[in-house]
């Protein structure tokens, strides 16, 4: 079952498809009288409408992407992340847990209860997106291989086929890609594997076949294409903050009142309006700080950007 979080983010402010692909869990609903409520619970975390913001499509969300092993450019992804071979795939989960092994995907997915999460998306470079994730809590999987009690951190790695990602062939960063959470992140209820977008199988160029996403911080924290898992007692290495320690920090929140170096992160562009999309201002956690503050207690946010 979905839990109910803060929820002011609706259907409006998504794609029509999603609406489309989703009646039916609102005709059941309001057939067993739950109505609204009910359509708030499938909504599931989510943050403030802002009346006017244009809706993402489908094609916006498979379409403007990051995701560098396939190329710098935001078309890249879409144009060669077919040559990405992602079944069978399987997960290597290890270091302090007390199941290690190599999970295959379809094994996880029979063990996990997919819900659907209709989250905020912010990226570093200052843009966003609102998309309906399927997926299930990425504590569910870490439960399953079973978190030792020294472990403090949960490190992530992404698929290296040099082959199949023309974007690897360059030193634009140290390959293979790698991301890292606090403990206490990762088992957030907030935090997700996605495996789907709009109930249809998460397309290659926005992470195929399962991904990190942590609606609070910028994007390149939900790392995709996820090939293995690792508890540890340390703080993990980060391929941004590998790559350029100056401009990004291991948490990595979304703070509207800590630059970029190069840019503001005060406001964003949301995506859907062209040439003329408007900026909107940045909330901070990205919105999510009545669930997530209280991780931070104490730690001053500038110093641990």
Known sequence: MARRWT????????????VFLNRRRLIAAMAAGTGAA?????AGPALAAQGDMTPNTLEEITS????????T????????AHLMTTSPWSVEIGGLVERPGTYAFDDIMAKMTVEERIYRFRCVEAWSMVIPWNGFELADLLNMAGVQDGAKYVAFQTLLRRDEMPGTRYPVLDWPYVEGLRLDEAMHPLTIMATGIYDKPIAKQNGAPMRLVVPWKYGFKSIKSIVRITLTADEPPTSWNKANAR????YSNVNPEVSHPRWSQANERRIGGGLFARRQP????NGYGAEVASLYTGMDLAKNF
Not at 73 to 80: A, N, S, T
Not at 247 to 250: A, Q, R, V
Not at 282 to 285: A, D, I
Request: cysteine-free.
């Open 38 to 42: 009910a359509l708030g619970s499938i």
């Open 282 to 285: 940045t909330e901070m956690f």
């Open 64 to 71: 403007y992407n990051n995701f560098y092993e396939f190329g």
């Open 73 to 80: 450019g935001k078309d890249d992804p879409r144009e060669y």
């Open 247 to 250: 401009e990004y920090g291991f």
């Open 7 to 18: 929820n002011d983010l609706t259907r409006n402010d998504v794609t029509p498809e999603a």
